[in-house]
């Protein structure tokens, strides 16, 4: 039984490991372009949004099959079930942190 959880958790980060990726990469992006003023010095201006972040992304629902959210929902226990409705409602926040969580429980599997 702790071979199909490892499979699970492992299937469930390489669907979400390259979402991550791309929204670093697209955080870079804003951070490269919004944080020079024409002077090329950082700006000091507030940005607003949740911790500064104000790109968009949106998150389909069907790319997370039964399997990924079961994975998903056991390594957050009890929480679970709020953890994949953040995933959908603010991916830019939750997607990262479900990823290195997934990667610290497949560390601690293997």
């Known amino acids: 039984e702790i071979d199909m959880v490892i499979d699970s958790n492992a299937t469930a980060l390489k669907r979400l490991e390259p979402i991550a990726e791309e929204i670093a990469m697209l955080q870079q992006r ?4 919004d944080g020079r003023d024409r002077s090329g010095l950082k700006s000091s201006q507030d940005k607003g949004g949740l911790a500064g972040k104000t790109i968009k992304f949106s998150f389909d629902k069907r ?4 399997i990924h959210r079961h994975a998903i929902s056991r390594i957050y226990g009890d929480a679970g079930q709020e953890m994949l409705e953040l995933i959908h409602k603010n991916p830019v926040v939750a997607i990262p942190v479900v ?3 997934l990667k610290q429980k497949d560390r601690d599997f293997r």
């Open 99 to 101: 990823v290195k969580r």
């Open 63 to 66: 790319i997370l099959n039964t």
């Open 30 to 33: 804003e951070t490269a372009a």
